[in-house]
């Protein structure tokens, strides 16, 4: 094949590649011409061992030749190819800046976690601290301490679930979930010397049936203060402090006897509704009553102050205890406890 030959061949060459339709047929091509096997320009160097001496220097140069332009015209191609599809692609992409973003899911702290955080933060700001305590309790802790003996009527009110022999060291002495948080003043009160000003948020546990306002695990917050010249109205104060932060500034505040063992006098507290303020019968979130009962409170029994070594003639202090769910269903206005733990998104999310 003569130098005239190579250049005609390189030119079919130039021309097929520069017309490849797409990269299979660029490949197509590049074999026909460059392939290791037959490809033509293979076949032609292959050649040149068989020639004259004389002749190969030109030979091989036509031959270097046209595969230089048959590689950059693969190379050109191939790139040309390449920008073609990237264009088509973005041709087919179409932005639509008026669609709405996708959701992102945040998550959420739960409505009870919420309101135990703003039981405790607007407690802090009257100077208490919060603490928190062991749900399973012992015996002494959650009644007998409390002035509440073994056959003490008032335990049909605190009735819970028994664990039999938790450590295995005594199986007469089983533990229990505590019913209420009450049984952490007794714990505060024996690690600590007065003053003493505590609010102790968490889960209890009670043997029950539950409904619309009852569960059988639950969350209480519960109060504690001990000081030398602790009275009531120190107690009421206190809880109109805190009526105001959690439901504004206007609410009234009742109290009424009420008995509870471990405090004398023993005393209930029900909040006026912030939702009717007493003006409609039908009221949802009071009944019409006007009032919504809120926790039990009184001035700590000196028994209960005695049996932890406090000299009750020098050592005053009032306790109060009330169910966290009830303030969340106050402030939510959600209808039923239930809903709190049934992890339906629907309800969750919307606060
Ligand atoms: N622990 C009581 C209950 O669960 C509520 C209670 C009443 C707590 C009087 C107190 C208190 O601290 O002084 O029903």
């Known amino acids: 094949m003569a130098g005239e030959e190579l250049r005609s061949l390189a030119d079919r060459a130039v021309a097929e590649i520069g017309a490849a339709v797409d990269e299979a047929a660029l490949e197509a091509a590049r074999v026909r011409y460059l392939g290791r096997k037959d490809g033509a320009l293979t076949e032609a160097t292959k050649r040149i061992g068989s020639l004259p001496a004389a002749e190969k220097p030109a030979y091989g140069a036509a031959v270097n030749e046209a595969k230089r332009r048959i590689e950059a015209a693969v190379e050109e191609r191939s790139g040309a190819l390449r920008t073609a599809t990237v264009a088509r692609e973005l041709a087919g992409e179409h932005v639509d800046a008026t669609l709405p973003p996708r959701r992102v899911r945040l998550g959420r ?200 070594g406090y000299d009750p003639k020098r050592y005053q202090g009032f306790a109060f205890g009330g169910g966290l769910e009830r303030l969340a269903m106050l402030r939510t206005g959600a209808p039923d406890i239930r809903l709190f733990y049934q992890n339906d998104l629907r309800f969750l999310e919307q606060f």
Not at 145 to 172: C, M, V, Y
Not at 248 to 261: E, Q
């Open 109 to 308: 702290l739960h409505p009870v976690t919420q309101t135990m955080r703003d039981v405790s933060r607007i407690f802090a700001t009257l100077g208490f601290e919060t603490v928190e305590g062991p749900e399973i309790e012992w015996d002494y802790y959650a009644f007998e301490a409390l002035n509440i003996p073994a056959g003490h009527p008032a335990r049909e009110k605190w009735q819970t679930l028994w664990i039999s022999n938790p450590l295995g060291d005594d199986p007469a002495r089983p533990m229990l979930g505590r019913p209420h948080t009450s049984p952490m003043q007794v714990r505060v009160m024996e690690q600590r010397k007065p003053p003493i000003r505590v609010v102790i948020p968490g889960r209890c546990y009670r043997y029950e049936a539950t409904d619309a306002i009852r569960e059988s695990i639950f969350f209480q917050y519960e109060g504690l203060a001990i000081d030398e010249k602790l009275t009531m109205s120190d107690l009421k104060g206190t809880l109109y402090a805190f009526a105001r932060q959690v439901f504004g500034s206007d609410r009234k505040i009742r109290f009424r006897v009420d008995y509870f063992p471990f405090t004398e006098p023993s005393a209930e507290i029900a909040f006026d509704c912030f939702a009717c303020e007493g003006k409609d019968p039908h009221c949802r979130v009071c009944g019409g009553d006007g009032w919504i009962e809120a926790a039990g409170c009184g001035m700590v029994h000196p028994d209960v102050l005695r049996r932890v």
